[in-house]
T-cell receptor, first 110, second 113 residues
Framework: DAKTTQPNSMESNEEEPVHLPCNHSTISGTDYIHWYRQLPSQGPEYVIHGLTSNVNNRMASLAIAEDRKSSTLILHRATLRDAAVYYCILGSGGYQKVTFGIGTKLQVIP | EPEVTQTPSHQVTQMGQEVILRCVPISNHLYFYWYRQILGQKVEFLVSFYNNEISEKSEIFDDQFSVERPDGSNFTLKIRSTKLEDSAMYFC???????????FGSGTQLSVL
C-alpha cells in the first residue's frame, strides 16, 4: 500500500476553518484519496474521498494538489464535535479494504 | 442513514474461553470486514468476506479466529480460545460495489481477563 504522512496532532479554535494536510508522494495513478475520522469511543466514519479534482460534501472539502502528491482536508468551521482522529488513506475504493495509519488527532478549543 | 450494528457493546470473558462477536451489516451490502483496535493503537484490518468466503486476511487473523455469515443478516467473528492480547475494540464494517466507502459499526469492546 502507498503510504501517507500526516501530522500527529493539530489544534483549532472553535468556529475557525481547519486545514488537515496529508502527503502521499508515492501515490499511484489509480489511487483514490480517502479521509475517515474516528470520534472518541466510536468506529471510524467516512468523511470524503477524491481522485484528481477537489471535492465538497456536507462534512468537508478535499483539496488535491495538481501532482496528487499531497492533499488537504478542510473543515470550514470547526465545532467541538469535530474533535477526532482524522485518517488520510490511499486506496482503490469500492469494496477494497481500508488500511489505517496513525492519523492526525484534532483538538478543537472552545 | 442505514447503519451497521454490533452486539454486544461490551464483552468480558476469561482467558481460554470462546467468544462470538455479532454484527448486522447494512442490508444490501455484500462485502464485510472485521477490524480491531487495541487501546491507544491504530485500527488494524483482520479479515474481509465476500460471497460466503474470506477474500483477504491479515497476519493477526490466525487459526483462533473465524468468520461466518450464518444467515442473510448476521456476520460473526469467533475467537476460539481467547488470550489476554485479544483485548481490544472490534469493529465490523460493510460496503457494496456501488459505494466507495466503508460503513463501520460502533464496535464491541472485548476484555479478556
Amino acid at each position: 500500500d502507498a503510504k501517507t504522512t500526516q501530522p500527529n496532532s493539530m489544534e483549532s479554535n472553535e468556529e475557525e476553518p481547519v486545514h488537515l494536510p496529508c502527503n502521499h508522494s508515492t501515490i499511484s495513478g489509480t489511487d483514490y484519496i480517502h479521509w475517515y475520522r474516528q470520534l472518541p469511543s466510536q468506529g471510524p466514519e467516512y468523511v470524503i474521498h477524491g481522485l484528481t479534482s477537489n471535492v465538497n460534501n456536507r462534512m468537508a472539502s478535499l483539496a488535491i494538489a495538481e501532482d496528487r502528491k499531497s492533499s488537504t482536508l478542510i473543515l470550514h468551521r470547526a465545532t467541538l464535535r469535530d474533535a477526532a482522529v482524522y485518517y488520510c488513506i490511499l486506496g482503490s475504493g469500492g469494496y477494497q479494504k481500508v488500511t489505517f495509519g496513525i492519523g492526525t488527532k484534532l483538538q478543537v478549543i472552545p | 442513514e442505514p447503519e451497521v450494528t454490533q452486539t454486544p457493546s461490551h464483552q468480558v470473558t476469561q482467558m481460554g474461553q470462546e467468544v462470538i462477536l455479532r454484527c448486522v451489516p447494512i442490508s444490501n451490502h455484500l462485502y464485510f470486514y472485521w477490524y480491531r483496535q487495541i487501546l491507544g493503537q491504530k485500527v488494524e484490518f483482520l479479515v474481509s468476506f465476500y460471497n460466503n468466503e474470506i477474500s483477504e486476511k491479515s497476519e493477526i487473523f490466525d487459526d483462533q479466529f473465524s468468520v461466518e455469515r450464518p444467515d442473510g443478516s448476521n456476520f460473526t467473528l469467533k475467537i476460539r480460545s481467547t488470550k489476554l492480547e485479544d483485548s481490544a475494540m472490534y469493529f465490523c464494517a460493510s460496503t457494496d460495489t456501488t459505494n466507495e466507502k466503508l460503513f463501520f459499526g460502533s464496535g464491541t469492546q472485548l476484555s479478556v481477563l
